[in-house]
């Protein structure tokens, strides 16, 4: 029978961090992920953003998040010898003077200002984006190409004998003084499993507030812009005239077909930021695993303490992953408190 420290399961944007955090700190690790699977992590924009909302609001941790957001892809990027992450601003164009205004005032408060950039060559945006008032651009932003990360870390951990395609069984773990699965044996099993977590029996009653979410792929013809582009939906250059626009949010029905409804909304939207034609050439949608006050699900099992759970980062994944699963894997191992702001299972 194998040992492995840990066994993870679920290959999305938490499965992978979190396993590789793992690796990075010398523990042998097990990942359990079925590519059959629909996967919220591939359908995602990957946008990292430290300013949300209308009103720019500094985002959750942000000043801890982003720094060792950085380091941490820019690490894997390395060891995986692909790029997947892409450091851009988000310029947001003005949409009335009030807004302008606003935006501006909030470049004095130097907790914010540290994010701003007011200095902005508006007129890159001109040709393709509708900004005749101008507007700021977001630092430390950028977006991951979830898709390709995802593929090739599985890859990775393939060659490393740390990757077992299948679906996870739960009537075929054994739990006593370790925790067996299959002819595994390990001390830990981390469950990373998106929205599946609904389904998973040791962990019921938590607070998720799934969300569906869809995006379009559009073509412009002679576009220039290079950053993202947000007021309303965001535009994502993906290279090649070819760009990404996300994302909708909706609560019934939780399924993951395409809708008109949705292309419309993100086509409308689109047209009311660009000045181009553009060709719709592909839709997605998919299944956000967020949880009730938008705060991560994390924590090990209250009754059985080799079982935990890593879950609930919502759109915000590619941000919050890499340091919350240090945080983790900290309190794990060193016994480190758990973030009082996080959703821990009772």
């Known amino acids: 029978m194998k040992h492995y420290d840990y066994i993870v399961v679920g290959q999305g944007i938490a499965g992978t961090v979190f396993s590789y955090t793992l690796l990075e700190n010398h523990k042998s690790v097990l990942v359990i992920g079925s590519q059959q699977k629909k996967c919220s992590s591939l359908v995602a924009g990957g946008i990292f953003n ?16 982003f720094p060792f957001m950085k380091d941490f892809y820019e690490n894997l990027e390395k060891n995986l010898e692909i790029q997947f992450f892409h450091k851009t601003p988000i310029y947001r164009p003005y949409r009335s003077i009030q807004e302008q205004n606003d935006w501006l ?33 977001t630092k430390y932003s950028g977006w991951v190409d979830l898709p390709k990360l995802l593929e090739a870390y599985r890859c990775f951990i393939q060659e490393k004998d740390s990757y077992l395609e299948e679906d996870f069984d739960y009537s075929a773990l054994e739990i006593n003084d370790k925790l067996y699965y299959k002819g595994f044996s390990t001390s830990k099993i981390i469950f990373c499993e998106g929205v599946e977590a609904t389904k998973n029996p040791y962990f019921t009653n938590l607070p998720f507030s799934l969300v569906k979410g869809e995006m379009i792929d559009i073509l412009i013809k002679d576009a220039s812009f290079q950053g993202i582009v947000n007021q ?62 938008r705060r991560p ?9 080799g079982l935990g759970i890593f879950n609930g980062l919502g759109s915000k994944g590619v941000s919050l992953a890499p340091y919350l699963a240090k945080h983790f894997f900290e309190h794990i191992e060193y016994k480190v408190l758990l973030d009082k702001d996080l959703i821990q299972p009772q």
Request: hydrophobic share 35%; aromatic share 8%.
């Open 50 to 65: 430290p300013l949300t909302g209308k009103g720019l609001v500094k985002t959750w941790k942000a000043d801890e998040l």
């Open 297 to 305: 699900i994390v924590g090990m099992h209250p009754k059985y303490q």
């Open 232 to 293: 309303g939906v965001s535009i994502v250059p993906l290279g090649d005239q070819m760009y990404r626009v996300a994302s909708t949010y909706s609560w019934d029905p939780l399924d993951w077909e395409n809708t008109e409804k949705a292309k419309e909304e993100l086509v409308e939207k689109a047209r009311n930021l660009l000045k181009k034609d553009f060709e719709v050439i592909g839709q997605k949608a998919g299944i956000r695993p967020a949880a009730k006050g």
């Open 105 to 137: 005032g909030k470049t004095a408060n130097p907790i914010l200002g540290m994010y701003i950039e007011v200095e902005v060559d508006d007129k890159h945006y001109l040709s393709d984006i509708y900004n005749d008032l101008g507007g700021l651009e």
